[in-house]
């Protein structure tokens, strides 16, 4: 009998399928109910005692009831004597609120951390953190997965003329070096004024792309408006086409609207959150061998950094 189990909430059913078939293990049963007031009921249907459990659940929309799930089935859990109990959270919800922007706000992201702790949560897994300090709010280990080196073998295989990799903002530019990195490419920016929430206006290009084929690198995509924008800018200064690669699929708001109506050619996202809705320019690639294998090495006391090393 191995030595450890997958529970999933309902968040994202299918990716947690998809990682109990890729460790050839059947996800293990808990009942979850909702009582007519929108109170979360939840009874493990399995002895957890001694086990360490993985709860596959990304805080996506809706965030806070995906969340309280989380933290009451691992309350239950804890409760039943389980050895340790590892949070795989594909998508981090309320990582964007992670500093004091403005006066008298709070830092969600930390007081998330703080939930998930006192919970009971003892290692939390996660894809492309939206700012990677957010790893620092815990004080239990924190595996912050490169979600976005999915999308690598992809590009190569689009076979591009003459690829280019762009930041879609200043605060980006990390991430799209490592990509320029990965694959020997320049890269280019887009710089933009945010004025408000959710909406951007984009100002200039930093680098050549006329002619060039551009990929646009984010962790996730929410409203849309700064990639279609920033397609829309690249295409005004002479690139031949644009992709986008974003991890989290937020899509909230006219995003679909955006993406299949604006400059943008095509969207690849990863299946950290599940769309609800189809857009034929948007690809979906999956996680579940990458977080299948973290979950494997955890169990069994390996690396996990090397995984990346060697992709």
Partial sequence: MSGYMIFSGTANIELAEDIATYLEMP????????????EISIQIAESVRGKDIFIVQPTCAPANANLMELLIMTDA?????????????????YARQDRKAAPRVPISAKLVANLMETAGITRMVTVDLHASQIQGFFDIPVDNLYGSILFLDYIKAKNFKNPVIASPDIGGVARARYFAKKLGLDMVIVDKRRERANESEVMNIIGEVEGKDIVLIDDMIDTAGTMVQGAKALKDAGANSVMACCTHPVLSGPALDRIQNGALDELVVANT????HSCEKIKMLSTASMLGEVIRRVSNNESVNSLFETM
């Fill in 273 to 276: 959150i599940p769309m609800l």
């Fill in 27 to 38: 996800l293990s049963k808990a009942s979850i109910k909702r009582f007519s007031d929108g």
């Fill in 77 to 93: 859990l804890k409760r039943s004597s389980a050895k340790s109990i590892t949070a795989i959270v594909p998508y981090y919800g």
